[in-house]
């Protein structure tokens, strides 16, 4: 009799308890709804608080280097206080002079060693260096190019003022390609024995820059096109650039 009577009591709450789930559903929605206008009202905060951790950031002074240390975990023949390295001579110093002493000349001894290691590593690249150059310039093949400038005619009727500058910087096995240009009447500037180093290329650009208005002349990598009356200007400017390098060799 007793189980009967508890049994109605026992489904009361289930049926509560089902009642408030299914009430608690269609709120749901609204606090997602809440969740997501909190989360959109956050988003124009977050620039102040960038601009708040870079004012932070750049607030912070640099802390000063740490200039004491009690190592208590070495060895014993080790432990003891450090001080930083800029401060060595001011504790020997303070010491006694004695102590003072022996600290300056082992640090001097310190930088001594340093300083050789440097001169060797110095000598070793130097000797690196010197044992390349035979294979980068052979001996006897310094002074092995040529340089030549070639004209090449407008086809175009409209062009027929104007003419095109080929700029060749070529050592002497190659430049038997141009070897038929270099007899004709393209030849129009030649020079020979011309040290691996010299730059002609760029350096005749230069000069075509500075000698003439920038409306007479277009460059396009080892070419020029300019007007055939700035020819004589520019042959004159180019062969003086050639001769004082070769006088200042």
Not at 29 to 51: A, D, F, H, I, T
Not at 106 to 127: G, S, T, V, W
Not at 161 to 181: C, W
Request: overall charge positive; glycine content about 2%; aromatic content about 10%.
């Amino acid at each position: 009799m007793l189980a009967s009577l508890g049994k109605p009591r026992e489904e009361i709450p289930y049926e509560n308890r089902e009642e408030q789930r299914v009430s608690k559903k269609p709120q749901s929605p609204k606090l997602y709804e809440n969740s997501e206008e909190q989360r959109v009202s956050k988003k124009p905060q977050s620039p102040k608080l960038y601009e708040n951790s870079e004012e932070q950031r750049v607030s912070k002074k640099p802390q000063s280097p740490k200039l004491y240390e009690n190592r208590e975990k070495l060895p014993n023949g080790l432990r003891g206080y450090y001080v930083h390295r800029l401060l060595v001579n001011a504790v020997a110093m303070w010491a006694s002079p004695r102590y003072a002493w022996y600290i300056y000349r082992l640090l001097d001894e310190i930088h001594r060693q340093e300083r050789e290691e440097m001169e060797n590593k110095l000598e070793a690249k130097d000797e690196v260096i010197q044992k390349r150059i035979p294979r980068s310039v052979p001996k006897g093949k310094e002074k092995n190019y040529k340089y030549m400038i070639y004209t090449e005619e407008m086809e175009n009727e409209e062009d027929r003022d104007m003419v095109m500058l080929h700029l060749v910087r070529r050592n002497n096995k190659s430049f038997y390609d141009l070897a038929k240009i270099y007899k004709s009447d393209r030849n129009w500037f030649y020079r020979e024995n011309l040290p691996i180093s010299m730059t002609p290329n760029e350096d005749v650009k230069q000069i075509v820059q500075d000698t003439l208005p920038q409306t007479h002349y277009d460059m396009k990598g080892c070419t020029i096109l300019t007007f055939k009356e700035d020819l004589p200007l520019l042959k004159e400017k180019i062969t003086e650039y050639f001769d004082n390098f070769k006088q200042a060799e």
